[in-house]
């Protein structure tokens, strides 16, 4: 009894951080954007900082209509931000944040696992696509679905790199075997995960899905109140768990310069807010990739660089046993 209680307790935990941690991201990147960007709307709701910035896009979504096209298929319509949502929180699950079994429930086959739900996240740009009844809706559906064909290659390179390293593809037998050395030898893997992550996302520069200068607003032209408000959460939630994920595979988790066992948690959560940090800035930074460049930029450089790093990992392995 007390181990299922204990299991309820960290599903709980994770569902807490689902629902706080993507608002908590969405509310820094007003701010973060207002400051580089010299915004002074996001800084005025509420008086100091724009506190009620968030709470403010919250009363909005809930009080706008929402609205299903006539020629829609309803029921994929409706069914589709849950689809984008709902492996993000499938994913978390997964995620170690510290040691001592500090996972809401931890898999042998984890890395498989997560890159695999992550994956199917991207079907509900595709579900909503298909299901608006609209042509620009449906082209940021296909330029989704040749987004995700490209870049899930090199995040599954990269991820298999790390396992072949560590000898486990659990997540936390990886931080177990973890070594600081570790770092700047799979640098280049960490560097084309996080890159193939925000492609997978759709965040800026990859956001040719939702190109609002050409195509409105992608797949996500037709929705409304609620609906469309999930699919950001949808958005937040992913960039959480993909600064998580590259926190754990390639900067060592809760491994830090001291008290890894106390203080294994704060370690993994300042990795992870630092990367998000680094999403927001790149969307700031650079200017949107076209169609061409994306798809260049996935199958000539990140690919091969993928590829390379898992023959630097055969070879270091090789030389140390």
């Known amino acids: 009894m007390s181990d299922t209680l204990a299991l309820v307790l960290r599903l709980l935990a994770v569902f807490v951080v689902f629902l706080v941690f993507p608002l908590v991201i969405g509310q820094t990147e007003h701010k973060v954007m207002a400051h580089m960007q010299g915004r002074?709307?996001?800084?005025?709701?509420?008086?100091?900082?724009?506190?009620?910035?968030?709470?403010?896009?919250?009363?909005?979504?809930?009080?706008?209509?929402?609205?299903?096209?006539?020629?829609?298929?309803?029921?994929?319509?409706?069914?589709a931000?849950?689809?984008?949502?709902?492996?993000?929180?499938?994913?978390?699950?997964?995620?170690?944040?510290?040691p001592h079994n500090a996972v809401g429930q931890a898999l042998d086959a984890?890395?498989?696992?997560?890159?695999?739900?992550?994956?199917?996240?991207v079907l509900g740009s595709l579900m909503a696509g298909w299901a608006s009844a609209n042509k620009f809706s449906l082209l940021g559906g296909v330029r989704t679905a040749?987004?995700?064909?490209?870049?899930?290659?090199?995040?599954?390179?990269?991820?298999?790199?790390?396992?072949?390293?560590?000898?486990?593809?659990?997540?936390?037998?990886?931080?177990?075997a973890f070594h600081w050395w570790w770092v700047p030898w799979q640098l280049v893997g960490g560097v084309v995960f996080f890159v193939a992550g925000l492609a997978e996302l759709q965040r800026p520069p990859f956001d040719m899905p939702v190109a609002d200068s050409e195509i409105i607003f992608g797949a996500y032209t037709e929705y409304t109140g609620l609906r469309f408000a999930l699919f950001l959460l949808?958005?937040?939630?992913?960039?959480?768990?993909?600064?998580?994920?590259?926190?754990?595979?390639?900067?060592?988790?809760?491994?830090?310069?001291?008290?890894?066992?106390?203080?294994?948690?704060?370690?993994?959560?300042?990795k992870t807010v630092a990367l998000c940090f680094v999403v927001i800035w790149l969307r700031v930074t650079y200017p949107r990739l076209r169609e061409d460049q994306l798809q260049k930029l996935a199958w000539t450089v990140l690919i091969p660089l993928a590829l390379a790093q898992i023959a630097l990992t055969g070879v270091v392995k090789v030389v140390i046993s």
């Open 40 to 79: 002074l709307g996001p800084m005025y709701a509420g008086g100091f900082h724009g506190w009620a910035q968030l709470v403010a896009d919250g009363v909005k979504f809930v009080q706008k209509e929402d609205v299903v096209p006539a020629g829609a298929d309803r029921r994929i319509f409706q069914l």
């Open 81 to 98: 931000p849950a689809v984008a949502l709902l492996p993000y929180l499938l994913v978390m699950v997964a995620i170690p944040v510290g």
């Open 110 to 121: 984890g890395v498989f696992y997560v890159l695999a739900v992550m994956g199917v996240g």
């Open 146 to 176: 040749a987004q995700l064909l490209a870049y899930e290659l090199p995040m599954l390179l990269t991820a298999a790199s790390v396992a072949m390293a560590a000898g486990t593809l659990s997540l936390p037998g990886i931080l177990d």
């Open 234 to 270: 949808a958005e937040y939630a992913g960039i959480v768990v993909l600064s998580a994920l590259t926190t754990v595979l390639f900067l060592g988790g809760w491994h830090g310069p001291f008290g890894a066992d106390g203080l294994g948690w704060v370690w993994t959560l300042v």
